[in-house]
T-cell receptor, first 117, second 112 residues
């Protein structure tokens, strides 16, 4: 299957700082990527849909000024958690939409664990 | 956000037993995907289904796209200890917004 990478895999930061997480599709182009957040023992919660060359679409309740998304190329989307607070600590996972052969598939990155002190 | 009903929520089984889990929705989906997630990692795609009634296998795994397009099931035959993990279904819809809706997850534990 297609490969999606995420960097960093984990990060610890001080409250008030900003953290950038990168999501890359390594062997395919992705016009659409998704950002999810996952709390312990829960399912994935979609935060936003990242579209190459245009603004991201945020889910209800997700602050777009807090979680900045940039999808500058067909293989890279970034999520920046601005002015992070302890409640932002979570597991963040990206995915990339693969339309190869016109069949809809979504591949996930390995996730980034964020701990805000 | 919206989630699919997935059952069972968790299950303990003996090694060698078969496992069955399902996902239901009130909405119609065009695509059903099944994923497995290990602790601290991202979900890994197991099987993708694209047509109502489609039955697809991947090794010991078999999944079916329900004929009504509102449900899907996943079977694991002859379970082994490494099948432990959380299994998620995901439905993709093209009505309204184009996005994936995830199931609540089935936590599987295999007793050796």
């Amino acid at each position: 299957g297609a490969v999606v990478s995420q960097h960093p895999s984990w990060v610890i930061c001080k409250s008030g700082t900003s953290v950038k997480i990168e999501c890359r599709s390594l062997d395919f182009q992705a016009t659409t990527m998704f950002w999810y957040r996952q709390f312990p023992k829960q399912s994935l919660m979609l935060m936003a849909t990242s579209n190459e060359g245009s603004k991201a679409t945020y889910e209800q309740g997700v602050e777009k000024d807090k979680f900045l998304i940039n999808h500058a190329s067909l293989t890279l989307s970034t999520l920046t958690v601005t002015s992070a607070h302890p409640e932002d600590s979570s597991f963040y996972i990206c995915s990339a939409r693969d339309l190869a052969g016109a069949r809809e598939t979504q591949y996930f990155g390995p996730g980034t664990r964020l701990l805000v002190l | 956000g919206q989630q699919l009903n997935q059952s069972p929520q968790s299950m303990f089984i003996q090694e060698g037993e078969d496992v069955s889990m399902n996902c239901t929705s009130s909405s119609i989906f065009n695509t059903w995907l099944w994923y497995k997630q290990d602790p601290g990692e991202g979900p890994v795609l197991l099987i993708a289904l694209y047509k109502a009634g489609e039955l697809t296998s991947n090794g010991r795994l078999t999944a079916q796209f329900g004929i009504t397009r509102k449900d899907s099931f996943l079977n694991i035959s002859a379970s082994i200890p490494s099948d432990v993990g959380i299994y998620f279904c995901a439905g993709y819809t093209t009505s309204g917004t184009y996005k994936y809706i995830f199931g609540t997850g089935t936590r599987l534990k295999v007793l050796a």
